[in-house]
């Protein structure tokens, strides 16, 4: 039986309209340092910082943390910005689903490769909450561990602050290969790709996983089930 799901949010459970790619992108190439689209595919659902590490040196430049730092903050300054163009909505099905593990006795966290000062906001202009009364067990912000994915950290803090023992009776799922292998890293006995967030079958279908499903919104039906 599972007990937790763990879930990644952008292009997971919310549509935010390919504002992280975009964000992502211009705060390296602001420095004038090329990124190409496969690295950035590649580097999509990990800490921000250390993607940002990464594509500054894939792309040639020298990442210093000073550079680092600097462009964190190009990429929640226009991260936001996008955000206020088109601000982010759960993607179909998704609240419903999160609702329905809940009433069927699942807890529900999110883990995210944000920081606290964007995924929180992010939150509350949807209303989503692990507050007490909220639609949420836990939220994981990349702050919160030592190392993003792939490593399984956030999967274990989830755990922690949900008080769930035995990781075979969780869950994970996400739209990037970094989910899948955070998942895998961790131990779950159920890791989903999910095709919502633009990355094709035949990419996620190359990581390790149990299935692929084409949205959250299909989750409750393999838990409830008694697959998981």
Known sequence: MTELAVFDMAGTTIEEHGAVYAALRHSVEHHG???????????MGTD???????????????????????????????????????????????????ATLRSGGVRVALTTGFSDDVAEPLLASLGW????GGNLDAVVTSDAVPRGRPAPYMIHRA????????????????????DLLAGTNAGAGE???????????????????????ASVAEVPEV???GVA
């Open 129 to 132: 909450s692990s507050e007490p």
């Open 223 to 225: 838990v409830l089930a």
């Open 33 to 43: 340092v090329p990124v190409d689209a496969e690295d950035l595919q590649t580097w």
């Open 48 to 98: 921000k910082r250390e993607a940002m590490h990464a594509l500054i040196r894939l792309g040639g430049g020298s990442p210093t943390p000073e550079l680092v730092e600097e462009s964190y903050e190009v990429f929640s300054a226009r991260l936001r910005a996008l955000y206020a163009e088109t601000p982010p909505t759960p993607l179909p099905g998704v609240a419903a689903a999160l």
């Open 159 to 178: 755990m922690e602050r949900t008080g769930v023992l035995d990781v075979r009776k969780v869950l994970v799922a996400g739209d990037t290969a970094v």
């Open 191 to 213: 890791v989903i790709g999910v095709l919502t967030g633009g990355v094709p079958r035949e990419v996620l279908g190359k990581e390790p996983h149990t299935r692929i499903l």
